[in-house]
């Protein structure tokens, strides 16, 4: 079992940055894959970003150039550096985690709301 827990959404206005953090517990020697989600009202979850454990990086073409997935291993954790938000970037935003022998998001965090306003 993994245990990921985010922190850091908050509520900002167009152009702000914000940093969302996501720490794992548990058996995290298993985890391979780690990486953000976003659901807005409405709408379905949809894949924003990921790192894989050698340092591997592919991002949500509406969020290249503006955000950036970092790792630090030695914490067990990963962050999302969010950069000039923009209202659609409005959302619950939830850290996950793949580990070695599942295929697929294996371990989800509770999520954290990121509000961006005009």
């Known amino acids: 079992q993994v245990q990921p827990v985010e922190s850091g959404g908050g509520s900002v206005q167009t152009g702000d940055s914000l940093r969302l953090s996501c720490v794992a517990s548990?058996?995290?020697?298993?985890?391979?894959?780690m990486g953000w989600f976003r659901q807005a009202p409405g709408k379905a979850r949809e894949w924003v970003a990921r790192?894989?454990?050698?340092?591997?990086?592919a991002y949500l073409d509406r969020v290249k150039g503006r955000f950036t997935i970092s790792q630090d291993n030695a914490k067990n954790a990963w962050t999302l550096e969010m950069n000039s938000l923009k209202p659609e970037d409005t959302a619950v935003y939830y850290c996950?985690?793949?580990?070695?022998?599942?295929?697929?998001?294996?371990?989800w965090g509770q999520g954290t709301q990121v509000t961006v306003s005009s």
């Open positions: 996950a985690a793949g580990v070695r022998f599942l295929s697929g998001w294996n371990y």
């Open positions: 548990g058996y995290t020697s298993s985890v391979s894959r």
């Open positions: 790192i894989d454990t050698d340092g591997s990086t």
